[in-house]
């Protein structure tokens, strides 16, 4: 078969730069798990008519058909089942498969490839991974789980050797209420026309909001005023009050984001900011609404967001409203890995290769290597008794710092200084941060 | 929308099973690493003719379908992609597709579901996943890798919680050779007609030897004498010697298969043996094959099984051979997790739930989490403050074993034994056995 080609919008590591997503992952994942969260999967398909409800995304689903099937009379031959396209979706479902098996609040964590069949391009792709937490109650979920989310989050990305990362905080109902007591007709489309700030210029944006929701010129202008405030801090609250609007909602509002902006540590790696113009378009939002960005890389537009949803899950019977956010792993480090920011210290696990002197001496050769791994040493054998030079250029070409030459006194050579020692199977180590693969991190220089 | 029902052959996990798969993956791949094979993952789909090739097993691919572009006059619609039925065909994609990248040797591990539209059972699913591990080479792959290959899964498995499992060996050279030597017309088809051994009784495939394989009545039985040669230990080669056929394919065949049974670590947890009826169907073994089976379940079937490839990948200028088992994490796990002899200890990562006095302390008892989890103790904050038993059953109902009281005096409660002590959140450290949740195993009474 002839050589394949990589297919657009299928991103594949190799082994080093996989190094890079499994401790992204593993980071993510610790921080979670210390906040209680815990770890779910959901099998990747949904039934059609779960996936299909609402917005545009449903021209996006990839559908299952069995290959064979096809040969039947009765047309297109689908199982049914649609390839998910975020995790919310199967989440919500899971919760209400499983709600009476699970204990309120529920915390979880979900670390898994979502589809989409749209168009490829840098930041987004066919076969992505995500990271999701969220929390989810029982007929009701307290506030003071927004600002939990939002700050296992902050705390999860901090730890990653990422570009810097802006967390942008806002919430619906100081939107709403601030249109409300403004006295806007069609709310709805005013806060659907606000988020199209940062693809049309402010004008336009004012306009629409006279033609679309119903505003007068002067109430146009109030929104754009309140849709420019963004301070790291709840500055914001004083003024958004000195626009002279008051509603109950505005100040519920206003309450609930300084609440998730004063509850988040701000650091160096993390910037948190209240940004009043953040919408995120979905519907289904109530409060608390996030998106983050990745210094130098704002052109891959938002690299994770959520928000509190009143309606996560519902069976007719029972509401599950809920917090969450969701990390774009793949959207993250593709680019980063791509353009080498990031990559992985070495492409295979081995610390240690244990030389060959010839075939007959491979058992003791595999005893150093048993006594290593006794001890939590990954190591390899060398695969063939070639000259101890070519052995050191095997090591060298995977990145192997040590290697290991057995023999009645055995001795240990770092490959990168030279040095070589007498060392004993059952007593040697590497350096600590020789141990595994780690993530090399270059300064980006644009 | 209504309470959604579980979909046949596509498992999913309640948080405190999902914690036995973690865990025995983590196990599997921290055993895979000791040895240096690398991780890599591959994208889920593969271009249909590169799955469709050979055999009956294009009957049960999931081809992808975009839901919209069904509008348009093309037919199907269908994407050209395939979901992949195993990890082996993405992974020969993977080395073909990447060659000019890797080092070979070429050692990875991959664990990742796969897809197959077959009709649900027990042990069979529609998404499973697996772990593989394999060995390739360029142009050639000395045998001493069957050997390695073979060793590191029976270590793998041997550190795993399950019932005991049989790893079963023979060699494909052996076979070949032993039908050559004894004249059989057709070596190929009588080969295939051995494999049906575990489902037809001994006449019958006698019979058939006779009839589809051209071999003679006395043939036939020499066929099924080698067939019932079964044994823990290398005197399989002086019994077929016995049998009184000779030929150079089954000497390489012998010794081979003596060097991978005599090279493997038996012990309680993991039989090996040698078993010369085991076939493998599937054309491309060209030496060295396994199957595993679990001791309690042998109604599923084989739970693992590979061998060795001389063509595992091809571009047309260049032969990757390779070696490679695959053990069944869903086919293993989802039967002993529904029977309950594999369950985790708790639904929840956390350790300790920290109590709340009342909404104004909750400050208080945040700083309390942080310290914990500052040196590495997952916990949770109690969700409203409750009376303390409310609290304490909360915690219970978790499997959370540690409240922490807080306030001017600190002090955490054993909610098992009811000790409360007073402790420091800057020193107290829960047992290193309830930091995390475990694997909890059930002696099965069948």
Chains 1, 2 share one sequence.
Not at 87 to 96: D, K, Q, S
Not at 209 to 237: H, K, M, N, Y
Request: include cysteine; charged fraction near 25%.
């Amino acid at each position: 078969m002839s050589k394949p080609t990589p297919l657009s919008g299928f991103p594949e590591l190799l082994p080093a730069q996989r190094v890079v997503e499994r401790e992204v992952i593993a980071s993510l994942s610790r921080t979670f798990e210390l906040h209680g969260f815990a770890n779910i999967e959901t099998r990747v398909v949904e039934p059609l008519e779960r996936l299909a409800k609402g917005g545009e995304i449903d021209k996006e689903i990839y559908v299952l058909r069995r290959l064979q099937a096809g040969e039947s009379q009765d047309g297109p031959s689908d199982s049914g089942l649609g390839m998910h396209f975020d995790l919310t979706v199967p989440f919500a479902r899971y919760v209400l498969e499983n709600a009476g098996k699970l204990e309120f609040p529920f915390r979880r964590f979900q670390i898994q490839p979502a589809w989409r069949g749209e168009r490829p391009q840098e930041g987004r792709y066919r076969q992505f991974t995500q990271a999701d937490i969220d929390i989810v109650g029982r007929d009701e979920l307290p506030f003071h789980h927004d600002v939990e989310v939002v700050r296992v989050m902050v705390e999860a990305l901090a730890a990653l050797p990422v570009p810097p990362l802006s967390v942008q905080l806002n919430n619906r109902k100081l939107i709403q209420g601030f249109y409300r007591g403004l006295g806007i007709a069609d709310v709805t489309a005013a806060i659907r026309v606000i988020d199209k700030l940062d693809k049309l210029p402010a004008e336009q944006v004012a306009a629409q909001l006279v033609e679309v929701a119903g505003a007068t010129p002067e109430q146009a202008e109030r929104c754009l005023e309140l849709a420019r405030i963004r301070v790291p801090d709840t500055s914001f609250v004083e003024t958004v009050r000195g626009l002279g609007v008051t509603d109950d909602l505005l100040e519920t509002g206003l309450a609930e984001l300084a609440a998730v902006v004063d509850g988040c540590p701000a650091s160096d790696r993390v910037r948190v900011e209240a940004n009043l113009r953040i919408a995120r378009g979905l519907d289904y939002y109530t409060g608390t609404v996030v998106e983050i960005f990745m210094s130098g890389y704002e052109r891959l537009k938002s690299v994770g967001g959520g928000g509190r949803y009143d309606a996560l899950a519902d069976d007719g019977r029972t509401t599950y409203p809920g917090v969450g956010v969701s990390f774009g792993v793949s959207r993250t480090l593709v680019p980063l890995i791509a353009d080498g920011v990031l990559s992985g210290s070495r492409p295979v696990p081995s610390a240690v290769l244990v030389a060959l002197v010839d075939e007959e001496s491979r058992p003791g050769s595999e005893q150093v290597a048993a006594a290593l791994r006794a001890r939590g040493i990954p190591c390899e054998v060398a695969p063939s008794p070639q000259k101890f030079g070519k052995q050191i250029r095997f090591a060298e070409r995977r990145g192997i710092p040590f290697v290991w030459f057995p023999g009645e006194s055995h001795e240990v050579k770092d490959i990168r200084s030279g040095e070589q020692v007498p060392a004993d199977p059952d007593q040697w180590a590497p350096p600590h941060g020789d141990l595994r693969p780690t993530i090399v991190t270059k300064e980006q220089t644009s």
